[in-house]
Every structure is written in C-alpha cells, then in structure tokens.
C-alpha cells in the first residue's frame, strides 16, 4: 500500500473548555464573543501580574467518568479523560469495540503537570525525600496524562505524547493523520490537553508574556533562548507597555500585551475512511494535510520567523492539493502576544497576500486563552462547527488593527460572521520555541 | 516502493565514555559506568549511586548557542547530535536546511529548572523566581536547543514517552524520513540527572544499592542513569549515493500500549507481545529470524521476569536460541535516552556481529531462563536485531534492524 493513499476523517470530538463541554456550546461562547478569563480561584494570584486565566470552573470529573477511583489521575489526566469519553461517546466507539480493535491516542502537551512536578519535588524537599508519593512520581512524567486517560478507556494502540509547546496539540493531531495514512493504525484519539496551576502562571508572569504584566518587574533567565520571551538580550520589554489594553488578549490588535493562561483537553477521533464508513459512521470532516516548519532563530530574526510559519502553511497546502485561494477559513495562532501575533501577520501575508479575497479568519485565543497543548484540539473543535453551520466567530476585543497587520490577505471581525459553505479550512499553531505547525481540514461534501 | 531508511551516524554520551568508537569498546569489555553520584546531594536517600557522565563539558560540543543558558539534557543531546552528524561525515550545512529535522525523546525534560524554582519557593522568594518554569524547563526546548544549534528547519519536536521515549523518536523520525518530510534526520533520546528522577525511582522502591544486576536471581532493582544517544538517519538512495558508511537498515517498528497500570507491566506481557508482532509483520520478518534482542532489562525483580514471559510469547522455541542482552547492567537506566543508546547498540552489533553482555550476571534466575550473554561479550553474526522499550503508562516499543542488502 503505497504511503498516503489512505482518507482521514473526523468521527467525533470531545471537549472541556473554559466556554463549555461540548463543541456545541462552545461555539456559542465564541460566536457570542464571550470570554473564558476570569480572576484566577484555584490558587493564590497574589504577586503574579496578571491575576486572570481562561480555567475550566466547576470541573467535576465523575460527571464524565463515573464513580470508579479517580485519585490516581491528576487534573490534566482527569481532563484528558473526560474529553476522551466525549469523543469516544460522539464517535461511537463502544467499550466492547475497544476490546475487539486497537484504538490509539496521540495527546499534545507542553508541560503535562509542572503542578504535579514541583509539587512532588517540594514535598522531598520540605519533609525528607521518604515523604514523597511514588503514585505522583507517575504522574510526574509527561506522558502521564496519555498513560491514565489509556488506561481509563482502555486504548491499546499506539500511545503517544507530543510536546512542541503551543503547537503541540495541532502537532499530535498532524501526527495521527500520517499514522492512518501509512496504514500503522485505523482509530486514533488526537488532540492536546493542558491544565492551569500556579506553576505555569507564574513562569509565564516572569517572562513578561502575560498580558498586563507589569514589565519592570522582570525575571532573569540565564540566557534564554527564545525571542519570545518578551525582552530582548538587554532586558528591555520587546513590546510597547500597553497595559491600558488590560487583563485581556486582544490578537492581531496594535494595543495587545501580551496574553492569559487557558486550560482545557479537546480530541478528534481519527479513522481510516474506509473503516469508518465500514461501522457506519459518519464522517464531521477530513484532515487533509499538516505541515511544519521551526525557526531556528527562535523568534530573534523576523525573516526566519516569519519563513517557519509560512513554510507550515503553504506545506500543509500542497499536502492537502489546495491553493491559497481554496482556502475558505483561517484559525489563527495569534494570541496577544507582541512578536508571534506579527510574525504570523506576516507569514499569512506571505501566504495569502494574492488572494482575491481577503481570506476571513478568527482568532479564537482571544476568548479561550493561550491553552498551550490544547490549544490545537481546541481550534480543531471550533473548526468542525464552523463547517456545520458556516459561522465563524470574531476575534474579541479588536479595534485597533496592527499597523503589519495584512488587510488585503485576510480578513477579521469583532463579530461572529456567517460564511457561505465553508469546505477547506486551514489553522495555525506556532510555539514559542520556533515551532510552527499548519493543518488543513475540509468539510464532507454530503454535508452540504 | 517505500523508501529504505538507514542510520550512517551514532552519537552517544554516556557514563561509560562519549563518541561511538570509546563507547562499544567499553560495552564489549563489559564496563560499568555506575559510581557514587556527585552532581547532587544524596544525603537522606537510601542509595547514593548511580549513571552519571561524569567530566562532560558542554563547551567540547556547543558552538552556536550559549552553554550556560542550556539545561543538561540539552547539552547532552547537542553534544550526541554534533558527534552523530561527525560520525556520518555530514556537516551541519549539508543539506538545505528545512529538509534536515530533530526528533528526541526524553522522561524529564530539563527538570532541574523545577528543583531551582522549588529552591526558591521553599525559601518564599518569589522574586528571585525567574522565567525557567515558561522559558527553560519544557522539553520542547531540547529539539528546538539541538536544531538551533545545527540550524536545521525541517521537522522537528518531542516524544516524551517516558523511558521508551527514544525508540518513539526514532520510529517517528523514520516515518518522516519515508513520507518525504524530511532527507535527514536526527533522532535519539536525552535525560539528565535530577533529585526529582532520583527521589521518585527510590521511592518506588525500584532502585538498587550497588549494581544493576538485569537476570540474575539477586537482582535488586535499577540503577538510574543519565546520558543521550542521537542517531543519524537518512533514505538509503541518498546515503548510497554520498557514499555513506551505513550501520545497519530501519526495518520497522511497533508500538502498543497495555492500557493496564501506571507503573506495574501487563502479567502476561500482552501489550509488550503486540508491539514485537508488529514490528516483526512490518519488516516482514519471522521470530526465528531475529539474531540479537536488546532487553529492556531494567533489573527490578519483576520487569526482567515478564520480559523474559513475552519475549517467549512472541518467539516460543526460538526464544532460547535468540542472545539477549541490557546494558542497563552497565549504564544503568538512561530513561528517555535508554532506548536510543539501545538502538545504537543494535546498529553496532549488526554492522560489527558482536553482542554486548549482561554483566553481573551470577546467579542465573528459573524464571529468567533465556541466554542472557552473561558478563562476556560474544562474537556472533547478526542479520536482525531487535531492541525493546517499556514505560510508565504502559507504552511499548519495539524497533528493528537489520544489515544492509543490496536487493
């Protein structure tokens, strides 16, 4: 069998967001333009700059996982687990269907638990190394959320995490399309999951990426490597201080400052078409290409960064066999950060910048957070309503474009906008390590 | 036709010497790289020793990027890139920049940026906190650090999977590498040491107090270890054709999960069988064919014993004619890096025909009753090796290779 011969489409999704545990509903927060952010409860935000995150609140998982024991999983193992019954539930994949064929699960995650981390660690450190818990020790790993939500739900294929930062979640769903492509599986849950915890606010506070962060109050890193750490290498702030933009992102605007910390899992069953319609499932959507591209220069050379992003697009184009102008929609990675929202302005001019038509686009990190691993299930998620039913939520809060923000090349709104038939839709992740990452997904014609 | 992939590079660093050449002259003569640990106190703990690659100066291998403002990990996994890329006489700029790409795997990532974090926070100085948490600590940065420091633009990410982590690199490092995402790529495991690693093996009771004794009926437990293995991996057309020294050939490769327990591997080996199937029906191969497998061979009383159950599983009779080996009796457990040190060490047994031993191996065990190349290493040709990995969560590697044929 020759290497991508195969079709693979979408079969279900499950979500836990900050706006809502369904795609349903979360399309309904985006398209009303409402926000996730809210005051951080779940840990003290004292002395951290921004004091807001996009947390899923109230988050019970017996509510999706039942009364068996959930004390082995963590927070992000329990949210991973939920999203995974989701999809499994809205795909159709049974207990007894498990049994009888491998289903695999590719989760993207930058940290997976830095809370469980330096919690494990503390406790050594504070009451003797005999006093630290060898279950969290388990938990410790970064595989430990695709670990737990396998074991859970008993997925016996492959079983794989993927980090690339904020581009991790697009990456593992890239990664689990070439699986089925290549006939190494048939079913495969793909998405990301990341969870919110005093660690990751506060590391991302002192990097000066936080929207609202004060930027005098600067950490130090022993010479970081990336740009976009938001100072430059002689510790200035690398954006303008527009701390009148407030506690929330506002991408691709000229007041942003930076953005806040989501949480949340979203995952896509994947299937090999044939097998698919085989069950009598129903197709939502077909991956129909990714590609990638890292700049090495970290964010430090606007040329290369802006080479990265529009190398992952125009790849996952020609390994979708689509034209720029095929296109019908954009998910952006943009998320209020000062240098990456630009370097993507201007890759999508690179891209785009011949169009016709100025192609329409969202931003949905405006209203859900920078969810880091997630991020990527949860542009998918709001993708495939999209292309139910045409709307295509706006980008909260802008008013004021980029002066590079490329108008000619795409197209965005405060508002929600309907689209007419949208069949190919295209979205961005791009890290902050120079990792980029670009999926394009088109609609099942039976659909329409 | 699907592409052949092949490996024309190995870059190791390890606690028993750096560079391919020092390395398999050690391993062969059975050396251990197991001593008194001296990067971190281990005052309180039970056992104090342990893998450690001692007298590395990262300064030797980074060129481009600032050393100081590198975790360990990712100064071993630049220093195992930069002597694969030497090995396979390719330079940094040998190929157009988006078609070379880094894929590691790791257990940790860089977790002594959490312990210097904690330092801190114990003491409540949240303002001598820096960014480490956001900016040096997630394990992206080890490809992104490796591929920065080579320029390479290509395909380029992480497969955390634990301590099977690098034969997931490695096998997604050789999808690319078919699907024609990439002409080169680097792919391998790194993982340093750290009080966190070291505090959680001991109080999973898994570590022993002297030596890793993988086989033996005495065996206590690991011995964990630090270190990374990079291959270099490139289509067999283009190696050929610069006229590459070419190891061995990426036959195939399967990976499972046993959706069974966190840290406690199926009873019957069921998960671990799935994943060496697979591998031996990808590269078209039977059990009997098989010349050498490299064990996970950790040295816990029970991991050694339901290896060797689903090593029988897959290959009945034949498991008793098959050499196998763990140099984890040497190195101790490299976690991320181990399976990728490990598939270096099968390429080298095919391309030499030698097997590296067990050693310590005294007390043979009933229930691990396989050839364990006990304490010598052994002259024997080797057409196909096979090397497995296993982690928490219950992931399953396995990887093969083989020796080149002109077919």
Known sequence: MELK????????????????????????????????????????????????????????????????????????????????????ESSGWSDA?????????????????????????????????????????????????????????NLRGVNSTIATGAASGLQAIAYAADLIRSGRATALLAGGAEEICFES???????????????????????????????????????????????????????????????????????????????????????????????????????????AITRAMRQAMDDARLLPDEIDCLSASANG??????????????????REEPLPSTAIKSMLGEMLGASGGLQAVAMLETMRDGRLPGIRGLEQFDKDFPRHAISVCRQWRQLQRPRHALLNAVGFDGHCCSLALTARAEEF | MRRRIVITGIGVVTSIGAGREVFWRNLLAGSSGISEIESFSTAGYRTRRGGEVKEFQAEDYVERLNPAGLGRASQFAIA???????????????????????????????????????????????????????????CHVIAANVASELKFGGVNLMTPSACAAGNYAIAHAFDALRGGRAELMLAGGSDAFSRITFTGFSQLGAVAPERCQPFDRNRRGMIPGEGAGMLALEPLDRALARGARIYAEIAGYGLSCDAHHMTAAHAEGEGAARAMRQALAESDLLPEEVSYISAHGTGTPTNDRLETVAVKRVFDGAAYQIPISSIKSMLGHTMGAASAIEAAVCALAVFHDWIPPTINLETPDPECDLDYVPNQARRRRVE??????YAFGGANASLILRKRTWN
Not at chain 1, 38 to 53: K, Y
């Open chain 1, 201 to 307: 606010v506060f590391g991302f506070y002192r990097a000066g990426l936080l929207c609202g962060s004060d930027p005098s109050s600067r950490g130090r890193a022993n010479g970081h490597a990336t740009f976009y750490s938001g100072y430059d290498k002689e510790g200035r702030h690398n954006g303008a201080d527009h701390r009148d933009a407030g506690h929330f992102p506002i991408p691709f605007d000229a007041r942003r400052n930076g953005f806040v910390l989501g949480e949340g899992a979203a995952l896509l069953m994947l299937e090999d078409a044939r097998t698919a319609a085989a069950r009598g499932a129903r197709a939502l959507a077909e991956v129909r290409g990714h590609g990638g591209g890292f700049d090495c220069s970290r964010g430090w050379d606007t040329g290369h960064a802006v080479a």
């Open chain 2, 80 to 138: 195992a890139a930069r002597l694969a890329l030497e090995d396979a006489s390719l330079s940094a700029g040998a190929l157009a920049f988006e078609q070379a790409g880094v894929v590691v795997g790791t257990t940790s990532g860089e977790p002594q940026f959490v312990e210097r974090f904690n330092d801190h926070y114990v003491k409540r100085e949240l303002m001598r906190i820096g960014p480490e948490l956001a900016m040096l600590y997630p």
């Open chain 2, 384 to 389: 196909v090796a096979m090397n497995n990995a």
């Open chain 1, 337 to 354: 950060g000062v240098a990456g929202d630009r370097h993507e302005a201007l890759a999508i001019e690179a891209v785009f910048g011949q």
């Open chain 1, 97 to 153: 269907m498990r049994r009888e064929r491998e289903v695999g699960l590719a989760l993207g995650a930058m940290f997976c638990s830095v809370k469980t981390i330096a919690e494990f660690d503390r406790r050594a450190l504070t009451a003797g190394p005999a006093y630290a818990s060898p279950m969290d020790f388990a938990n410790t790993v970064i595989s430990a959320a695709a670990g737990q939500a396998a074991i859970w739900h």
């Open chain 1, 5 to 88: 011969s195969r079709k693979v489409v979408i079969t279900g999704a499950g979500v836990v967001s900050s706006l809502g545990d369904s795609p349903g509903a979360l399309h309904s927060a985006l398209c009303a333009g409402r926000s996730g952010a809210r005051p951080i409860e779940s840990f003290s935000a004292e002395g951290v700059g921004c004091p807001m995150g996009a947390a899923v609140e109230d988050f019970v998982p017996q509510s999706y996982l039942g009364d068996r024991n959930l004390r082995p999983l963590n927070r992000i193992a329990q949210l991973t687990a939920a999203a995974a019954q989701l999809a499994l």
